[in-house]
Structure formats: C-alpha cells, structure tokens
C-alpha cells in the first residue's frame, strides 16, 4: 500500500477540493453556468448546521466540478483528499452503510467557521494541515525553501528602519488614555485601575431577522425571552484572555447606550495588549478621522504625530504597512457615533475602510446601540459585545454599584455607605436603575460628593443636579451670577441644538461656529464656558487649521439641547425653534442622533406635564400615511420615553400594547394564538426593556396570570424573573406550574432550566429535568435536559453519565457531535470549532473576465424556468455587477409570484443583501400594494417575508423618503 502523503502538492490537492465544495454549496461558484447546472443534480448538498456540510454524490462529478473552477483533480486525488479530511485533519464523518462495493459517498464536513467564511476556513486548513504534518515531511519541505530564506535575508530586507513599535503606540496611548474627567478638574484626580470595576460583557447574537439561514426551529426563537439572544455570557477577565487572548476573532464591535462604559473598556484593551503581548494597540478616535480614510488618516496624521516628525520618510511607512501585514497591530476604533458622516452611512463607511493592508489589522470599534442597529450594518461580520450593567448583588449578582461607590469614596468611606443606604430605599428604585450605567453613576458620586443631597428621579434630573454642582464647586475661582448661569446655559443650549441640527461635525464644534453662538473667546460666554469645562479644546482642524472644541461629554451636550426647545413639536415637525431655518421640516423622531434628546426632554421637571401628554400622545396615534412601518417606530419611541416621563396618563396602554406586539395575543374568531412579524416583535422587546420597569413589570404580572398559551407563559414568566424583576416570585410560580402542566416536552424542559435560571437550587426544577431525562424517548430533548442539568451542577453524576452515553451511542451524529461539545463545556473546556472569525470574501474577477460573466449570467436567467435558479443566478448577477437592473427586477418578481415559502424567504434576504439606495424606493411601489388600509392586523404574519423588505426598506430610509415612494404614483404630499 502506498504511504501517505503529507507534502505540498497533497496539501495543495486536498485544499482545491475543499475550497470548490464550499464554493458550491455556498452557491459561490464562479464557473460556467449551464456546466454547472448539469452538475447539480448529481452533487447533493445540504448545511445541517452553519459548521456541517453533508454531501452525497459520486467521486466522478466531483471530478468534473473541480475542473469547472480550476486544474481538474483525478479520482485518485480525490479519493486520497476525502481521506485525508478524515483520517489526518479529522473534518469528515463517512455516512455511508458499507465502505465498499458503491460508487457514492456519503459524508459530512465538520467545518471550524461557518459556512460562508471560506477564507477562515482555508486559512484555518492550512494552519490545521501544517501542524499535524509530521517531522519528517517537514524537514523535506524545508529544504526547497532555500530561496526563502535568501530573500528574508536580502539587503531590501534589512534596510527597513529598526523601531520599537510598541512603545511607539505605548507613548501616543498615554497622550489619549483618560483617567476621570469628572474630577480631574478639580484636582481629585483617579487613576484608572482606582476607580475602575469592571463589567461582564454579552456576545450578542445576529438578529434573526438578518439571517440567511434561518431555519423554522430556528424562527421560533424571535418570540423566545430576551437574554437567548445572547450567544455567552463573559466576566471581564474571560474576555480578555478567551476572546483577545486566543484572537478568537479578528473584528469585534463593543456597543451600548451613552455612557456604558465602552470607551474605558477599549482603553483597558489597549493597556493590556501592551502588558501582555507584543502586539501595537492602535487607538483612533473616529471623530478626528474629519472626512479622510482610515489608511490616510494613519500615514498623514497618526504616524507623524506618534513619531514627533513632521514628515515621515517613505520607509518608514512602508515599516509601518507591514506591521499590519504581519498581524500585529490592533486598530483602537472609538466612538462610530461621533464620526464626521450622515449616521446611515456610518457604518458602511467604516466597511469600505477595512480594506488593503488596513483590512490586515485586528479591529476592535464601539458604538452606540442606535446606530450599531439602527438599519442596514455593512458590519455584520463583526462579532458583538454588549458590557454589562452595573448591578446590585441581587440573584447571584455580585454588588458592582457598591464595588464602584467604594472606590469613589476610598478616602470618606461613610460618605459612600450613606450614599448606598440612600439607594436602597424602596422610593429610590427609579434612580438606582438608572445609575447602573456607569457614566451615570459616576455622575452621582460627584454630585454626591458635594451636595450629599436629595438623589434625582430621571436621567435629565441627574444632568441638571450636576450642572448645579458645577456652578457651586467652580464658585471660589470662577464666581457667577445666577443671571450669567442662565444666560451661560442658554446659550450652551443653542451651541449644542444648532450642532446636532446642521453641523456636519455634530460633536466636533469648529472654532468660528462657536464663535457664531458664543461669541469670540474673549468675550463672556465662551471664556466662561472654557473656564468651567463645559466646552473643551480637542484638536486642529486638518483642513482650516482652526481650533476644534467639544462638550464635555456628548451626553451633556444632548442635555443642553434638550433645554433649549421650547415645544415638542420640534421634535414631530421640525417647526417652533426661532433660530432654526423657519422652512426647516424633518421628523426628528425617527433620526437616532434625536433619541437621548427627546427623552431627555421628556425628563425635564420644568416641562408642564400637559406638554409631554400631547406628545406622547401624538407619538403613540402618529399615522405615517404609508402603511404603517412608522407608527411602530413612533410608538417604540413613546414606550421608551415614559421612563422618563413616569407620571404618564397612558402608561398601562402603552405597555400593555408592546406585551401584545412581543408576545401575541388570542384571536376570538380564528380561536388561535396570532402573532406579528419578526420586525414588529423585535422592536417591542427592545421598547419593554428600555420603558418604565415598574409599569413593564406589573404589566408582565398581569399577562402571565392570564395568558393560556403555554410557549408565552414560559416566554414572559422567564423574562420577567430573569431580566425585568430577577427572582420575581409570580414568574417562579408561573414556571412551577408551567413545569408540572406542560403538555410538550419542550416546554416542560425549557420551562424546568429557565426555573432554575431564575431561582437557584429550585427542587421543582432539578426534579423535572431528571424526570424528563429518565423517560423521554427524544435523543434530543434528553440531551438539552442534561446539558441544562449539568449547567446548574456541573458535577451531577446524571448529566454527565447521559451526555456521554449520547456522545457515545446516539443515532443522529448530530446529536453525538452536539453532546460531545456539551461535555466539554460543562469541564470548562475549549470547543475548537466555534466559529471565531466571520470574515466573507467574495470572489472577484478581472475586469476583462467581468463583461463576460455578466453577459452569461443574463443570459442565464432569461432561459432558465427554475425559479431557484433564476433567484441563483440574478443573485449572482447582482454581487458581480451592483444595481444591476435585471438582477433587481428578476429577484423583486420572484417575491411576489412563487408560491415556494423557502424560496421567497431566501429571495428576501438576497435582495436584502445587494440592495442599493436608489433600488430602496422601488422595493416600496412594488410591494405596497400588499399594505393597504383593508389588511387586518391578523393577517400580517402572512406577509412576513415581504414585511421584512418593507421594513428593511423603512429603515435605511428617511420617513420622508419612505413617504414619497410610497405615493409617488399618487402624488400626494407628506404632511
């Protein structure tokens, strides 16, 4: 028998196999279409999991699909390449009955990425096929690698300069990094290991909703409780070492609401990566890229002001482009929310940045929620992390709020215990849910510090407590009158409103704009408001060379632009601010840079309480007049800023109508449970968990009593005890019930380990789950109950013992491979599949190639009957060639006229995927016509896969873009 070969060429063999596979059951294959199609019945593929490939075919097609792309591979090779996936890399479980006397294979790929990162994968095959190969095949491959060594040795070579990079970025990091702007002013400053405590962090899961893949299991899960949205859980210290440590991937995005503490996270990254590695931190504030590109931006501006040059030679540079080459730099990217662009285009922007030698660096951005999810993310692919709140100490918690008021008060200790006992009362639970975000409770620590006063109710409370306290501590050395304080604010207010609504720059105030509302430097107002730190110096600009200013946190520049509007309508109709253009018209009500304004408005005590009824009001019966996307999002925004405003009359409704929307509800004549589409549920789930808590959770109370539809009551009972009111005891009891009564299995165990979730060591809950270990006759049900049981004991006897007869002797290999990777969790073991980087990289061809796939891919759908096939091939058509007209029209038509489920779900999510802007308002004439005033609210869930567009539609565009597509036949006017 002949030995196995190990080598290059077997290595190069095997690897064309495996990319071509991938190619094909990706749908990604660049080759001749009607081959192809020949093909395709007699390779068949199907993804059993976003890592598993079964194929079955014979070796000879698979012959012949490899000369579609490239040299064509014999039999033999083949032969020899699916057993070196099996026995040598370990990737391929051989399905078939009997080895021998059948030319078809069976088998099944287990892949470490998922299945349309095909760069990782390969990059990871050759790491994986590099590593196993043995000594000896290695000491021969190495002696062809003569010329190798010669050119790394090569004068060229040498002659790049010789720096010490990283303490090149350890020195322009120590000209950035903050220790505690709150308090540095004053001279009660705080290092920031002194005050810092540090948060967990959640990977947040892609939306559903975004998906391609999307199975109908899986489809259930948009109705399931609010924290399955999260992929794992980690404390600080896990980040760091399994997520930066392992460079479990190399694009990351830290997002959450103002104040979250993103920015401290990513400088305590940055101190790390220099403590702990050799790797060059690169920290970049978004706001100072002022319209360049980041590879222009890191040659013009950060290298020569790293280095203290005022040019920097050719060589250098070039030094510095293969740092990124070799993978060791860490692109710092802060605060996408305060970049000089429209926030729509945002995050796009950032996606055509990360190309060339920059796309070689590792990423790590943070953001704000509201533009990270505010519509179409050209950054998918980045893996999510969302930091934690502050908590309490409640429900196994550990108390994070005391941890940082310790800290704060180190030096008067019964300062910080008064201030704790003060939060602790029962008439304080408003503000001490507020302050779990981090800022927030800094800022209370201040104004505790020096009023030891009575604690605000909202957001906007806090803010006006603290410019107070400003005023008060600033009194001895820069003493005002009450008079010069409101004429200060008030024209803060003015600053800060005109920037957020004409500035490009919106956080980032160029000296002669101040100068236009301030007057000039040496005047009253500005000097004043440099003196006391509410405006702050940051930069130059590249372009004028003026100076550049800043507030001294954005949120306070939202605070005093929400003191500057005199009239709600502002915010509805752009109308009633008299230093506005007076033919100024937008609905800032669904513009994110609005979001914290308007609820910080709302949080305003010297509003009358008839003004914030009118418009929530206005808010909650807004009619957009074009089928209704928008009045979901005005109602959203409602439910939101009742938190704010708690005393409102339509609190119960409001609340009472997102449960609705979240949960569904029972239709008296159909006599079932309906629910709405994907967009609509998500959107209620995020509006309950940012209302009023104490009206959400009497609400939630109120709905799990009464509710007799098993799934929801499970759904609501968990969320509720676990994320709205931890260890609530209504929700306790509804799964003990739930636990008993369930008349599926599934909820009986889903309902058994959320119990346990929400309250530790329930015997009711651990009983259940070895009940249904013991006599349910479902592989799968039984593992999920063991993994559960193991989960809340990691060294129960029965969760291990049944994982392991699983993983041993379980029918489906599913089953086996998902209880081996249950086992190795619960002993706190690495899985070495998990997905870990989600880069996708399209194929690109030569531009003398293009016109004539384009061509052939035309061609292609215009003969085809299939409609799979036409959807293929115009969805091709359309990554090869954007805004390709015939793709648009073939893919838009498909939505409308098969009667295929699947298809038209695929068919969606692929016109989600290449749409462009000028394409958006056609989608919207196009499908209108399914929206129309005599649609019930019933029959919505019908129409998901074309409400999905819509809404996708409604979201990447502007209310009065939406608007007018929508009537552009009629020509009506939006009012």
Same mark, same amino acid.
């Given at each position: 028998?002949?030995?196995?070969?190990?080598?290059?060429?077997?290595?190069?063999?095997?690897? @064309?196999?495996?990319?071509?596979?991938?190619?094909?059951?990706?749908?990604?294959?660049? !080759?001749?279409?009607?081959?192809?199609?020949?093909?395709?019945?007699?390779?068949?593929?199907?993804?059993?999991?976003?890592?598993?490939?079964?194929?079955?075919?014979?070796?000879?097609?698979?012959?012949?699909?490899?000369?579609?792309?490239?040299?064509?591979?014999?039999?033999?090779?083949?032969?020899?390449?699916?057993?070196?996936?099996?026995?040598?890399?370990?990737?391929?479980?051989?399905?078939?009955?009997?080895?021998?006397?059948?030319?078809?294979?069976?088998?099944?790929?287990?892949?470490?990425?998922?299945?349309?990162?095909?760069?990782?994968? /390969?990059?990871?095959?050759?790491?994986?096929?590099?590593?196993?190969?043995?000594?000896?095949?290695?000491?021969?491959?190495?002696?062809?690698?003569?010329?190798?060594?010669?050119?790394?040795?090569?004068?060229?070579?040498?002659?790049?300069?010789?720096?010490?990079?990283?303490?090149? !970025?350890?020195?322009?990091?120590?000209?950035?990094?903050?220790?505690?702007?709150?308090?540095?002013?004053?001279?009660?400053?705080?290092?920031?290991?002194?005050?810092?405590?540090?948060?967990?962090?959640?990977?947040?899961?892609?939306?559903?909703?975004?998906?391609?893949?999307?199975?109908?299991?899986?489809?259930?899960?948009?109705?399931?409780?609010?924290?399955?949205?999260?992929?794992?859980?980690?404390?600080?210290?896990?980040?760091?070492?399994?997520?930066?440590?392992?460079?479990?991937?190399?694009?990351?995005?830290?997002?959450?609401?103002?104040?979250?503490?993103?920015?401290?996270?990513?400088?305590?990254?940055?101190?790390?990566?220099?403590?702990?590695?050799?790797?060059?931190?690169?920290?970049?504030?978004?706001?100072?890229?002022?319209?360049?590109?980041?590879?222009?931006?890191?040659?013009?501006?950060?290298?020569?002001?790293?280095?203290?040059?005022?040019?920097?030679?050719?060589?250098?540079?070039?030094?510095? !482009?293969?740092?990124?080459?070799?993978?060791?730099?860490?692109?710092?990217?802060?605060?996408?929310?305060?970049?000089?662009?429209?926030?729509?285009?945002?995050?796009?922007?950032?996606?055509?940045?990360?190309?060339?030698?920059?796309?070689?660096?590792?990423?790590?951005?943070?953001?704000?929620?509201?533009?990270?999810?505010?519509?179409?993310?050209?950054?998918?692919?980045?893996?999510?992390?969302?930091?934690?709140?502050?908590?309490?100490?409640?429900?196994?918690?550990?108390?994070?709020?005391?941890?940082?008021?310790?800290?704060?008060?180190?030096?008067?200790?019964?300062?910080?215990?008064?201030?704790?006992?003060?939060?602790?009362?029962?008439?304080?639970?408003?503000?001490?849910?507020?302050?779990?975000?981090?800022?927030?409770?800094? /800022?209370?620590?201040?104004?505790?510090?020096?009023?030891?006063?009575?604690?605000?109710?909202?957001?906007?409370?806090?803010?006006?407590?603290?410019?107070?306290?400003?005023?008060?501590?600033?009194?001895?050395?820069?003493?005002?009158?009450?008079?010069?304080?409101?004429?200060?604010?008030?024209?803060?207010?003015?600053?800060?409103?005109?920037?957020?609504?004409?500035?490009?720059?919106?956080?980032?105030?160029?000296?002669?704009?101040?100068?236009?509302?301030?007057?000039?430097?040496?005047?009253?107002?500005?000097?004043?408001?440099?003196?006391?730190?509410?405006?702050?110096?940051?930069?130059?600009?590249?372009?004028?060379?003026?100076?550049?200013?800043?507030?001294?946190?954005?949120?306070?520049?939202?605070?005093?632009?929400?003191?500057?509007?005199?009239?709600?309508?502002?915010?509805?109709?752009?109308?009633?601010?008299?230093?506005?253009?007076?033919?100024?018209?937008?609905?800032?009500?669904?513009?994110?840079?609005?979001?914290?304004?308007?609820?910080?408005?709302?949080?305003?005590?010297?509003?009358?309480?008839?003004?914030?009824?009118?418009?929530?009001?206005?808010?909650?019966?807004?009619?957009?007049? !074009?089928?209704?996307?928008?009045?979901?999002?005005?109602?959203?925004?409602?439910?939101?800023?009742?938190?704010?405003?708690?005393?409102?009359?339509?609190?119960?409704?409001?609340?009472?109508?997102?449960?609705?929307?979240?949960?569904?509800?029972?239709?008296?004549?159909?006599?079932?449970?309906?629910?709405?589409?994907?967009?609509?549920?998500?959107?209620?789930?995020?509006?309950?968990?940012?209302?009023?808590?104490?009206?959400?959770?009497?609400?939630?109370?109120?709905?799990?009593?009464?509710?007799?539809?098993?799934?929801?009551?499970?759904?609501?009972?968990?969320? /509720?005890?676990?994320?709205?009111?931890?260890?609530?005891?209504?929700?306790?009891?509804?799964?003990?019930?739930?636990?008993?009564?369930?008349? @599926?299995?599934?909820?009986?165990?889903?309902?058994?380990?959320?119990?346990?979730?929400?309250?530790?060591?329930?015997?009711?809950?651990?009983?259940?789950?070895?009940?249904?270990?013991?006599?349910?006759?479902?592989?799968?049900?039984?593992?999920?109950?063991?993994?559960?049981?193991?989960?809340?004991?990691?060294?129960?006897?029965?969760?291990?013992?049944?994982?392991?007869?699983?993983?041993?002797?379980?029918?489906?290999?599913?089953?086996?491979?998902?209880?081996?990777?249950?086992?190795?969790?619960?002993?706190?073991?690495?899985?070495?599949?998990?997905?870990?980087?989600?880069?996708?990289?399209?194929?690109?061809?030569?531009?003398?190639?293009?016109?004539?796939?384009?061509?052939?891919?035309?061609?292609?759908?215009?003969?085809?009957?299939?409609?799979?096939?036409?959807?293929?091939?115009?969805?091709?058509?359309?990554?090869?060639?954007?805004?390709?007209?015939?793709?648009?029209?073939?893919?838009?038509?498909?939505?409308?006229?098969?009667?295929?489920?699947?298809?038209?779900?695929?068919?969606?999510?692929?016109?989600?995927?290449?749409?462009?802007?000028?394409?958006?308002?056609?989608?919207?004439?196009?499908?209108?016509?399914?929206?129309?005033?005599?649609?019930?609210? @019933?029959?919505?869930?019908?129409?998901?896969?074309?409400?999905?567009?819509?809404?996708?539609?409604?979201?990447?565009?502007?209310?009065?873009?939406?608007?007018?597509?929508?009537?552009?036949?009629?020509?009506?006017?939006?009012?």
């Amino acid at each position: 028998m002949a030995r196995a070969s190990y080598g290059p060429e077997a290595k190069k063999r095997s690897r @064309h196999l495996l990319e071509t596979l991938l190619a094909y059951a990706n749908d990604a294959i660049d !080759c001749d279409e009607a081959a192809l199609d020949a093909l395709r019945p007699q390779i068949q593929t199907r993804w059993q999991s976003e890592t598993r490939l079964v194929v079955r075919t014979k070796v000879r097609f698979l012959q012949a699909l490899t000369g579609l792309t490239s040299s064509q591979l014999t039999s033999e090779q083949i032969k020899e390449a699916l057993k070196r996936f099996a026995d040598f890399l370990e990737i391929l479980e051989d399905n078939r009955p009997s080895r021998g006397g059948s030319e078809t294979w069976h088998f099944t790929l287990n892949l470490w990425y998922k299945r349309q990162d095909t760069a990782a994968n /390969l990059q990871k095959f050759d790491w994986e096929w590099e590593s196993r190969r043995p000594e000896k095949s290695k000491q021969v491959t190495a002696q062809t690698r003569g010329e190798v060594r010669q050119a790394q040795n090569s004068p060229l070579s040498s002659s790049l300069p010789s720096l010490d990079w990283q303490e090149i !970025c350890r020195a322009n990091l120590n000209s950035r990094l903050t220790t505690n702007p709150l308090t540095c002013a004053d001279g009660v400053t705080f290092d920031l290991e002194q005050v810092y405590v540090p948060l967990g962090l959640v990977q947040r899961k892609k939306r559903l909703s975004d998906r391609t893949d999307v199975t109908p299991q899986e489809g259930s899960r948009l109705y399931e409780p609010e924290d399955l949205d999260i992929t794992q859980t980690f404390d600080h210290d896990e980040f760091i070492q399994q997520v930066l440590g392992n460079k479990q991937s190399q694009r990351i995005a830290i997002v959450g609401e103002p104040g979250a503490g993103k920015t401290t996270l990513l400088q305590k990254i940055a101190l790390w990566l220099l403590d702990n590695t050799t790797d060059l931190p690169v920290w970049i504030s978004l706001a100072d890229l002022q319209g360049k590109t980041l590879e222009q931006y890191l040659i013009q501006d950060w290298l020569p002001s790293a280095l203290h040059k005022l040019r920097v030679p050719p060589e250098i540079e070039d030094a510095f !482009c293969e740092q990124f080459n070799q993978g060791r730099v860490w692109l710092l990217l802060d605060a996408v929310d305060e970049m000089v662009i429209e926030s729509t285009n945002t995050l796009a922007k950032i996606a055509s940045f990360l190309k060339g030698w920059v796309g070689d660096a590792t990423v790590i951005l943070t953001s704000r929620l509201n533009i990270w999810d505010g519509g179409k993310n050209a950054l998918e692919n980045f893996d999510t992390y969302c930091n934690l709140h502050f908590t309490y100490g409640e429900a196994q918690t550990q108390d994070r709020v005391g941890q940082f008021i310790c800290r704060w008060f180190q030096h008067n200790p019964a300062l910080g215990e008064k201030l704790r006992t003060e939060l602790n009362q029962p008439e304080r639970r408003r503000i001490k849910d507020t302050v779990k975000n981090p800022l927030r409770l800094a /800022l209370l620590c201040r104004i505790w510090g020096i009023t030891q006063g009575e604690l605000p109710n909202s957001k906007a409370m806090l803010y006006q407590q603290f410019v107070e306290a400003i005023y008060e501590w600033k009194q001895d050395l820069f003493p005002t009158t009450e008079k010069e304080r409101q004429q200060l604010n008030k024209a803060l207010g003015k600053l800060a409103l005109l920037a957020i609504a004409r500035e490009q720059t919106k956080f980032r105030l160029r000296h002669r704009f101040v100068c236009q509302v301030l007057g000039t430097p040496d005047d009253g107002l500005f000097q004043l408001a440099l003196q006391l730190g509410w405006l702050n110096q940051v930069g130059m600009s590249e372009i004028t060379g003026e100076k550049v200013y800043a507030f001294y946190h954005p949120t306070f520049q939202e605070y005093f632009a929400a003191q500057a509007i005199t009239n709600w309508r502002f915010f509805l109709f752009g109308s009633g601010e008299d230093y506005l253009l007076s033919h100024e018209s937008s609905y800032r009500i669904f513009e994110p840079q609005w979001r914290e304004v308007i609820l910080l408005w709302l949080g305003r005590d010297d509003v009358p309480q008839i003004e914030k009824q009118e418009f929530i009001q206005a808010l909650t019966q807004f009619e957009d007049g !074009c089928g209704g996307f928008y009045n979901y999002q005005a109602y959203f925004l409602a439910a939101q800023g009742i938190a704010e405003f708690t005393s409102c009359q339509q609190a119960d409704e409001i609340v009472w109508q997102l449960i609705k929307w979240r949960f569904g509800y029972f239709h008296p004549q159909k006599q079932k449970w309906c629910r709405y589409p994907s967009p609509i549920v998500e959107g209620a789930r995020i509006a309950l968990l940012k209302t009023d808590r104490t009206q959400a959770i009497a609400c939630l109370e109120k709905f799990i009593t009464s509710c007799q539809n098993e799934f929801d009551s499970w759904n609501a009972a968990y969320s /509720l005890g676990k994320t709205f009111d931890p260890g609530n005891q209504i929700a306790i009891a509804s799964l003990e019930n739930l636990v008993k009564i369930a008349r @599926h299995e599934t909820i009986r165990w889903q309902a058994a380990y959320s119990l346990a979730r929400v309250d530790a060591e329930n015997q009711t809950a651990i009983t259940a789950l070895i009940e249904i270990i013991n006599t349910t006759n479902n592989e799968s049900i039984c593992r999920k109950a063991a993994y559960s049981l193991g989960k809340i004991d990691s060294k129960n006897l029965l969760a291990i013992s049944t994982l392991k007869k699983i993983a041993a002797s379980a029918t489906d290999s599913s089953q086996r491979r998902q209880a081996v990777e249950n086992l190795a969790t619960l002993r706190g073991e690495e899985i070495t599949n998990k997905s870990q980087r989600k880069r996708t990289q399209t194929k690109k061809l030569s531009l003398s190639v293009l016109p004539e796939k384009i061509t052939a891919l035309i061609r292609g759908i215009s003969s085809s009957d299939d409609e799979d096939t036409k959807r293929r091939r115009a969805y091709k058509l359309a990554q090869f060639d954007p805004g390709n007209t015939i793709a648009f029209t073939t893919l838009l038509q498909l939505v409308k006229s098969t009667q295929n489920i699947s298809l038209r779900k695929r068919t969606v999510d692929n016109l989600k995927e290449i749409l462009i802007d000028e394409q958006l308002p056609k989608v919207i004439v196009y499908l209108k016509d399914y929206f129309t005033d005599t649609l019930q609210e @019933h029959e919505l869930e019908s129409h998901r896969d074309d409400y999905k567009l819509m809404w996708y539609c409604a979201e990447n565009m502007t209310y009065q873009e939406f608007y007018q597509a929508w009537h552009s036949q009629s020509g009506t006017v939006i009012p």
